[in-house]
């Protein structure tokens, strides 16, 4: 069993920068492959970003792409979303999510265990 908890959600403007973190409990974690998923108000779940266990391989949704990071501490058992230029459409709830197998995955349903989510609204 793997448990997540986010946190750096808030309130930027647009064009700002926030990091969201994502802690883990549970042994596997590093053996694990790590996503961020998130949820606009009214929408369905969009991928943003993942990563293998070992850091080595990141996708990213092209929506982010350039202006996210996703990375990884597996001796903190923590994932990191770096997002930078932020814009009005990147507002949303993101989750952390873990599967259990060492390649990331883009579609949310590979996803094993979900964090509770933080809310990021970007504002004009």
């Known amino acids: 069993q793997v448990q997540l908890v986010e946190s750096g959600g808030g309130l930027v403007q647009t064009g700002g920068s926030l990091r969201l973190s994502c802690a883990a409990s549970g042994r596997t974690f590093s053996a694990y492959a790590m996503g961020w998923i998130r949820q606009a108000p009214g929408k369905e779940r969009e991928f943003v970003a993942a990563?293998?266990?070992?850091?080595?391989?990141?996708y990213y949704a092209d929506s982010v792409k350039g202006r996210f990071t996703m990375s990884r501490d597996n001796a903190r058992s923590t994932v990191y979303l770096q997002m930078n230029r932020l814009r009005l459409e990147d507002t949303a709830v993101y989750y952390c999510?873990?599967?259990?197998?060492?390649?990331?995955?883009?579609?949310?349903?590979?996803?094993?265990?979900w964090g509770q989510g933080t809310q990021v609204t970007v504002s004009s």
């Open positions: 999510a873990s599967r259990r197998a060492s390649r990331p995955k883009t579609a949310d349903h590979e996803y094993d265990y």
């Open positions: 990563m293998d266990w070992s850091g080595g391989l990141t």
